[in-house]
């Protein structure tokens, strides 16, 4: 995990899906995502890997905040 990134630094769609696959799915999201083809499906699976690892607790609550905030970029 030492190579892992921060999920802020994903443009808005991305974070979107990130933290769609943490709250369907947790630790499986880290090996979704890692077939994803797009250019920043590498990045998307660290962001993944590195939240994966968080309590469930504070992972569901931090995922969901994630998710509304790139919905309301992605409405702007």
Known sequence: MGDSIPINLLP???RAVVSLAL???G???VSYLKN???EYGEKMEKAAESMS?????IRLSLSGVLLR???EELRR
């Open 23 to 25: 709250l369907l799915d």
């Open 27 to 29: 630790q499986e999201s």
């Open 12 to 14: 808005a769609k991305e």
């Open 53 to 57: 690892s968080l309590d469930p607790k």
């Open 36 to 38: 994803n083809a797009s």
């Open 69 to 71: 905030d790139a919905l």
